[in-house]
């Protein structure tokens, strides 16, 4: 906002040193457009990255050339659940976003 003020000739109370706005004019914007600073929900990573057919068909296609390449024998070969395993990372930052929308 600091930046689009002095390009474009605009009178502005910003802080000239920090060129930024403060806190009650981000208020007022959030204000006068229906916007809402809110913490999000957590969400799995394999979620957000798209877990679909495509991911899933490239990841056994990916185990398949490692089990050709290593030959791993049977008794090598673990199978884990995500029990103790966290992709959902635990602190996520505040985002803005339309009051009354579910994040």
Same mark, same amino acid.
């Given at each position: ?30 204000? @006068?457009?229906? =916007? ?9 990573? $394999?979620?957000?990255?798209?877990? !679909? *057919? ?15 390449? @290593?030959?791993? =024998? ?9 029990? $103790?395993?966290?992709?959902?990372? !635990? *602190? ?12």
């Amino acid at each position: 906002a600091f930046k689009f003020a002095q390009v474009n000739n605009i009178q502005h109370r910003f802080n000239k040193i920090t060129k930024m706005a403060g806190p009650s004019w981000i208020k007022g914007f959030c204000h @006068r457009h229906n =916007i809402s600073l809110r913490q999000p929900e957590k969400c799995a990573m $394999g979620r957000i990255m798209g877990f !679909n *057919k495509v991911q899933v068909n490239r990841f056994y296609e990916n185990l398949k050339i490692l089990y050709e390449k @290593r030959k791993y =024998i049977a008794s090598s070969v673990y199978n884990m659940d995500e029990t $103790g395993l966290s992709t959902v990372p !635990n *602190k996520l930052p505040k985002v803005l976003s339309s009051k009354g929308k579910k994040l």
